[in-house]
């Protein structure tokens, strides 16, 4: 039972349900018919919820946004362990938000969380299914970096949802593997523009741009990534995988040769006080929003 | 005597008359007046015909398509004789088309095929000619890659046609020069869908994403053609023909440094038990939509 | 004080008035109010003036194009020293428009003024600071080039104005860094066919591939930009800056390990008798059309 399509919601900064469906080819297959994962989970409010409906063979993780959308290592960790889980039934890859999740953390905190995020992009980047991003609701930086690490975006056409990597907004800064996939979607210039400017796009920009590559009333996003999602599967695995590879490999052996330097690069710029203070401030800015 | 020009018209999957028009710079001093290349040619049903007009200093190449399309070793063969011929005159250079003949044939009879392919490939991307492609039939793979090794492409607006690196769709993987020249053409993120999917566009959406430059209706793509080759015929040579090495210099270079290792790839792959059943599956389509 | 925004106004090939504005962060701790640089300068046509209006914090400096706009070393010498004497305020950076001052010129001065150009491209695309190009005349061959070393691009939309590398037009090739440079802003296609043809564009077409950013009426050109420039200080300068570096570094250090042999290269192409026929015909077409 090999897991060809996954669907994936992200979340919206103001809390809006997530979703990350994984459809297992062979989904009828699946011992499991609903496979609650956050009943593992202590926590109150659980970060991830996955459902496998065996009628269809979709498993749909739902990621519920904390407050400030703070996916941090948890949740990264969190994550992993339920697709480890769902991977016992061969039908599942890693995928993952990220956002603000290093104001405040010690060093190797924040090493440790910078390698979660590596890995997730690694696997999500290269894997083997087709992946399909579906986008009910606004995704900034790691949001939009799950995204573009997909195979196909379909976002919402709805005018509050915003999506890009707005990192220079903050004061911190991209890594050479967010910019590299930027680039790989929607070319040099645009890449530059939008990552100098630290912009996010209103959901029809993000078409003309190309960060998305089709636009639907949001009641029909669900639909629209199914249909999509057959669209895909009707493709020889053998072929699209190895393409798909030829096409990412270059971008991926690049931070698989570099991920240590990444990782000290990073802590050292996000421990610093200047930027500390930076996101500390965005932090309150969001919750003052939201309240 | 220096040929500078070549109009190509791509073949139909549909059998549709393909020309190949090879303009020389001084054609009026061309000896030959009709120069039917297939003349010299057995074959009751000749592949390639060439024509030069004297008063244009055109020279048309015709490509009529075989059945299912299967333009084979055997019309690599042929057209790079009757290329050589032409070349006697210094006015012209090699241009191909390829599709699905490498079904059912020996290692060594794949190997060879693939051989001229490259060098039908090198010849054309690195032409110091000014190349145009004037599409007016469908152009899956092989065709497809012609066309997006000449400098510039005119496509009939015809609903009808499309075209494409469909080689996902069959089961087979486009190489990664093929890979490279689509990226060059149209841009990383627009190659990765197209070559995941194994995409065929109709002509508006080639233009949309740049697959091809421009689109006329069907019985002016051949003086648009013309009116375009002046177009570049009025460019300094010298200064055209350095700027196009500089651009396109990295891709040669890297088949060039890849060749033995690509044609030993792309054997194992294509003599493959399902890679074989897959063709003689789509082979078997392709003669049953005829019949 | 740290200058942050440079706007520029590339100067027509007609003559017109061309301004380059540099934005001084802390404009008002500036000491000069009117710092005219041209007082220095013995030419009573001085091809440069630099006015800093205190109560925007914007310096303007004006460039007056010679007859046929041959914007020479001599321009390029006078340039850098008033741009190091603005930084005396700390509040500049160099910027250039080089188009065709190497016709009848020995080697040795060939070589000196290519060095230059290099060192001018050198710090405009490498700028700390946000550069922005106003662009309210036509901008050929290295006026184009300073534009497109900039981070935003605004154009009067004026028909008369083009802008491009047309360098292939006059019998002469755009180096590599030109060409990387053009391909970094509008991709490696529309590169191609706009160097291999050395393509002037109309603002529209400019627009359209990408070459420019935004149109807007002539005399909306400066307030466009001042209030672009606004939006670009609003990012946090350290991020934007290691952003800009990160997408633009590997560019920059292509010329900087093959600057002599770029001199070279250029030195012994432009000083071959066919260039300079085809220079020399090139500025008396130019000069015929100003009588």
């Avoid at 496998?52 to 993780?61: I, Q, R």
């Avoid at 995704?139 to 709805?158: E, F, K, Q, T």
């Avoid at 959901?203 to 199914?226: F, H, N, R, Y």
Wanted: glycine share 6%.
């Amino acid at each position: 039972m090999l897991c060809s399509i996954v669907l994936l919601y992200c979340c919206s900064s103001a809390g809006v349900l997530s979703q990350l469906s994984i459809h297992s080819r062979h989904g009828r297959e699946c011992v499991s018919p609903c496979f609650s994962l956050q009943q593992r989970n202590n926590s109150t409010s659980p970060k991830i919820k996955v459902d496998l409906d065996n009628s269809t063979g979709v498993a749909v993780l739902r990621m519920q946004s904390p407050p400030v959308n703070s996916l941090s290592l948890d949740f990264l960790t969190e994550f992993c362990i339920n697709l480890e889980k769902l991977e016992m039934d061969k039908s599942c890859r890693g995928l993952d938000i990220i956002t603000l999740p290093m104001y405040g953390k010690s060093p190797e905190r924040c090493g440790e969380f910078w390698k979660a995020v590596q890995e997730m992009w690694l696997k999500l980047y290269g894997s083997n299914m087709a992946t399909i991003a579906a986008i009910n609701g606004s995704s900034p930086a790691g949001g939009c970096l799950m995204s573009i690490g997909c195979d196909y975006r379909i976002m919402a056409d709805n005018p509050r949802y915003s999506i890009g990597l707005n990192e220079t907004q903050l004061g911190i800064v991209a890594p050479f593997w967010f910019k590299d996939t930027l680039v790989n979607t929607v070319g040099n210039r645009a890449a530059e523009l939008s990552l100098e400017l630290g912009l996010l796009y209103s959901a029809p920009d993000a078409l003309k741009i190309g960060l998305v590559d089709q636009l639907v009333p949001e009641d029909q996003v669900l639909s629209t990534a199914q249909d999509t999602m057959s669209k895909w599967l009707a493709v020889p695995d053998h072929a699209r995988q190895i393409t798909k590879s030829m096409m990412r490999k270059q971008t991926i052996d690049k931070l698989l040769s570099n991920r240590e330097a990444d990782i000290t690069n990073f802590v050292s710029f996000i421990t610093k006080d200047s930027i500390q203070r930076s996101l500390r401030m965005y932090l309150e800015m969001l919750k003052s929003r939201k309240a």
